[in-house]
T-cell receptor, first 115, second 112 residues
Framework: NAGVTQTPKFQVLKTGQSMTLQCAQDMNHNSMYWYRQDPGMGLRLIYY???????DKGEVPNGYNVSRLNKREFSLRLESAAPSQTSVYFCASSGQGGSGRYTQYFGPGTRLTVL | QKEVEQNSGPLSVPEGAIASLNCTYS??????FFWYRQYSGKSPELIMSIYSNGDKEDGRFTAQLNKASQYVSLLIRDSQPSDSATYLCAVNVPDSSYKLIFGSGTRLLVRP
């Protein structure tokens, strides 16, 4: 049981390049999320998918797109990378626990640098 | 106005002491509250959740919730150097049971 996995762990891009960050979970969770974390800013929600087949914008969606490929996988795409997108990206998933509440579990993160 | 506020710290305590971390939130209708621990260079790890007013204990950790005053706190008893990390407070988004808002985190340093 790996939980939430992300690839790649590190990536360096040049301005204008594109890339896709991959995320998969094996906890049979319905909901998945993409966050970015910048120093002093905490975690900010980019996009989320409440359930398979749905995606919605979070707090900072500009410059990103997402795809919920199936229940397990949720990818984040940068179409034209900019230096402002240099950050650490975390994927998370959540399911409704015994208490009826949703608890989020995080992947290991991707450190992205855009030059 | 930031919706989940935490003192950025660092909060420095000696080994064996009680560390007290605080968090305030702005929306009265929030129902779910979480504490995550994040070591430098690592991902957030859930350590406590609390949904009802009062205290919830798990080992050396106690979460306290006061909905009337809109604060949630985390106490770490017998602090160890391995507890040195950033602690993130998270609160559910009022119109969504599965979205969270995170505070910026409090950095805790436990001195040997």
């Amino acid at each position: 049981n790996a939980g939430v996995t992300q690839t790649p762990k590190f990536q360096v891009l040049k301005t204008g390049q594109s890339m896709t960050l991959q995320c998969a979970q094996d906890m049979n969770h319905n909901s998945m999320y993409w966050y970015r974390q910048d120093p002093g800013m905490g975690l900010r929600l980019i996009y989320y998918s409440a359930s398979e087949g749905t995606t919605d914008k979070g707090e900072v969606p500009n410059g990103y797109n997402v795809s919920r490929l199936n229940k397990r996988e949720f990818s984040l795409r940068l179409e034209s990378a900019a230096p402002s997108q240099t950050s650490v990206y975390f994927c998370a998933s959540s399911g409704q626990g015994g208490s009826g509440r949703y608890t989020q579990y995080f992947g290991p993160g991707t450190r992205l640098t855009v030059l | 106005q930031k919706e989940v506020e935490q003192n950025s710290g660092p909060l420095s305590v000696p080994e064996g002491a009680i560390a007290s971390l605080n968090c305030t939130y702005s929306d009265r209708v929030s129902q779910s509250f979480f504490w995550y621990r994040q070591y430098s260079g690592k991902s957030p790890e859930l350590i406590m959740s609390i949904y009802s007013n009062g205290d919830k204990e798990d080992g050396r950790f106690t979460a306290q919730l006061n909905k009337a005053s809109q604060y949630v706190s985390l106490l770490i008893r017998d602090s160890q150097p391995s507890d040195s990390a950033t602690y993130l407070c998270a609160v559910n988004v009022p119109d969504s049971s599965y979205k969270l808002i995170f505070g910026s985190g409090t950095r805790l340093l436990v001195r040997p």
